[in-house]
């Protein structure tokens, strides 16, 4: 099971080398659904919010928890829901769609994994993302 720092140095380990490297190989860090018995794998949700009201403002989904060598996968606009899985200091490993109930986040797993289901993923900064109570 990793921790918040360990995953934290192996980020800082795998960016500075490659940061030469961002725009042929740009890094992807997975996001983990962390198992417990009794729990969904991803028991958190939220909804994007403060992105702007101009049409073009929008919320860029990243590659990995962080700026260069990452890069933009997806973009989400204010209201749209998220379903997050991970948070990694002000970033949120997320998922998303259209159709969230089928994105496989509310399975119950034994032991820490990759998600690998069929909705779009990736991070995005935790102050626009306003969390459902619980």
Same mark, same amino acid.
């Given at each position: 099971?990793? *921790? #918040? &720092?360990? /995953?934290?140095? =192996?980020?800082?380990?795998? +960016? ?7 725009? #042929?190989?740009? %890094? ?12 969904? &794998?991803?028991?958190? @949700? ?10 073009? *403002?929008? =919320?860029?989904?990243? *590659?990995?928890? $962080?700026? &260069?060598?990452? /890069?933009?996968?997806?973009? =989400?606009?204010?209201?749209? /829901?998220? +379903?997050?899985?991970? @948070?990694?200091?002000?970033? %949120?490993?997320?998922?998303? $769609? ?5 994105? /496989?986040?509310?399975? %119950? ?16 900064? *935790? ?6 109570? @619980?």
């Amino acid at each position: 099971m990793h *921790s #918040t &720092a360990s /995953r934290l140095g =192996l980020l800082v380990g795998l +960016v500075l080398p490659g940061m030469a490297l961002a725009e #042929t190989a740009p %890094l992807n860090v997975p996001i983990l659904m962390h198992g417990a018995i009794g729990d969904d &794998a991803c028991p958190e @949700k939220g909804r994007v919010v403060e992105v702007g009201s101009q049409p073009e *403002s929008f =919320l860029p989904v990243q *590659s990995g928890p $962080g700026e &260069a060598p990452f /890069r933009e996968i997806g973009r =989400l606009h204010d209201g749209d /829901r998220v +379903v997050v899985c991970e @948070k990694l200091g002000p970033w %949120l490993g997320v998922v998303y $769609g259209a159709a969230l109930l089928g994105c /496989r986040t509310t399975i %119950l797993v034994p032991v820490e994994q990759t998600y690998t289901g069929p909705c779009d993923h990736g991070w995005v900064m *935790s102050r626009n993302v306003g969390l459902d109570p @619980k």
